[in-house]
């Protein structure tokens, strides 16, 4: 690599230190993991129809990659992150290449702590006698796997508010909707909500508070075979979009599924608290 990208290599580590949060374990990787991912790379360069080698073209793309799947909507990381890891665009092959996992670990360490950092921010608002004011003109674009990620920590303070007061009125508005259809007539059995529906009859910052409490259950507790899952993937979907990395647990979950399926085995799953609960099960 070229000498012009050492600044941004040594302001890599600042950067992660930096953005620690307070009650967010960190995740390292088991000590075979490296071996792994070197296996996982050269087999990918062997045995995929491309014939390419994991190289730095790959490299930026895998680096694409990890940063879409891990903030798809574009409200976790800002501008002036993406700046200071853009260094790491064609490294990712070198870094594999001599065992280093970091880019992968620090960077979903980063996303973990910003979404926690998220959901305080949601339950310091939700806490206020009056979070919003509707009677002020504002805008908010829901569609976010396109949009510009916010260019600071300021910025992306303004965006986790807007967003929230999106949910908060779509949620205020499908209560009214729900009661105005309850009073027309009594629901019908088949009509019942969906297993993943959430229940309109609790106050609106309940119903959040608890979506976002999901969310801190799931990203609070991350074991580091699923880190280097996502990283890998991220890695396989540089080839092409229909090949991933599927972790040893993920692989024995998938088969039994299968299984499950191929024998006629079925389950009825239902939500609760944020959580999928299986219910039932039938053959």
């Known amino acids: 690599m070229t000498k012009r990208l050492l600044p941004a290599l040594l302001a890599l580590p600042l950067f992660f230190a930096a953005a620690a949060f307070a009650g967010v ?9 490296p071996e792994i991912a070197r296996r996982v790379t050269r087999q990918l360069g062997y045995n995929h129809l491309s014939g390419e080698r994991f190289d730095d073209r790959l490299s930026a793309l895998a680096w694409t990659n990890l940063v879409d799947s891990l903030d798809f909507d574009h409200t976790l990381l800002t501008q002036e992150d993406l700046a200071r890891i853009e260094g790491k665009k064609t490294q990712i092959d070198d870094m594999i290449a001599r065992g280093d996992l970091s880019f992968g670990y620090d960077l979903m360490q980063l996303v973990r702590e910003r979404l926690l950092e998220r959901c305080d921010f949601v339950e310091t608002v939700l806490k206020e006698p009056e979070p919003f004011d509707f009677t002020t003109d504002e805008t908010y674009v829901w569609k976010r796997r396109k949009a510009e990620r916010p260019a ?3 910025a992306q303070r303004e965006l986790w508010r807007t967003a929230l007061k999106n949910e908060y009125l779509a949620l205020t ?4 909707l729900d009661a105005e259809e309850a009073d027309k ?4 059995e ?7 529906d959430e229940d309109l009859n609790e106050p609106v910052p309940v119903i959040l508070s608890k979506r976002y409490a999901a969310l801190r259950d799931a990203y609070g507790e991350m074991d580091s075979e699923t880190v280097l899952q996502r990283y890998l993937s991220a890695i396989a979907n540089a080839y092409d979009p229909h090949t991933d990395y599927m972790s040893p647990m993920n692989f024995e979950d998938f088969s039994m599924e299968m299984n499950l399926t191929l024998c006629g085995i079925g389950a009825t799953l239902r939500y609760d608290d944020g959580a999928v609960l299986v219910a039932e099960l039938m053959a």
Request: hydrophobic content about 25%; proline content about 19%; overall charge negative.
């Open 190 to 196: 088949e009509e019942k909500p969906d297993y993943m």
């Open 185 to 188: 007539e009594e629901p019908k």
């Open 25 to 33: 374990p960190s995740v390292a990787p088991e000590p075979v993991y």
């Open 173 to 176: 508005l499908a209560k009214q």
């Open 152 to 154: 600071d920590r300021a």
